[in-house]
């Protein structure tokens, strides 16, 4: 059972950046594929991006495609979210999952995920 806490929220202007990252303990960060998901008020919780297993392979939303980058520190257990060029839609509660059902080589879901972290708010507003 993985335990994961998301840190880096905050409040930013648009326009700005934010760097999220996930811990993960119990396991390395490759035994998952790492997903960064996200949830606004009144709307359902949609993947914002993903790792596979092996590192080789990550998806975005086409919303945050050329803004967003995810990667993984393995030596030090983390998935990190890099926001650059933030709007306010991007406004919302930001999840890290985990989703052990893939193989290694599989790409990555912004579909599923079986653990949570607590989320961490990222607010976008002048």
């Known amino acids: 059972q993985p335990q994961l806490v998301e840190s880096g929220g905050g409040l930013v202007q648009p326009g700005g950046s934010l760097r999220l990252s996930c811990a993960v303990s119990?396991?390395?960060?490759?035994?998952?594929?790492i997903g960064w998901f996200r949830q606004a008020p009144g709307k359902e919780r949609e993947g914002v991006s993903c790792?596979?297993?092996?590192?080789?392979?990550?998806n975005y939303v086409e919303s945050v495609k050329g803004r967003f980058i995810i990667s993984r520190d393995g030596a030090k257990n983390t998935v990190d979210l890099q926001m650059n060029s933030l709007k306010p839609e991007d406004t919302a509660i930001y999840y890290c999952?985990?989703?052990?059902?893939?193989?290694?080589?599989?790409?990555?879901?912004?579909?599923?995920?079986?653990?949570w972290g607590q989320g961490t708010q990222v607010t976008v507003s002048s």
């Open positions: 119990g396991r390395t960060v490759g035994y998952y594929a």
């Open positions: 999952g985990a989703d052990f059902l893939l193989e290694s080589s599989d790409p990555c879901s912004l579909n599923e995920a079986q653990f």
């Open positions: 790792i596979n297993r092996s590192g080789g392979n990550t």
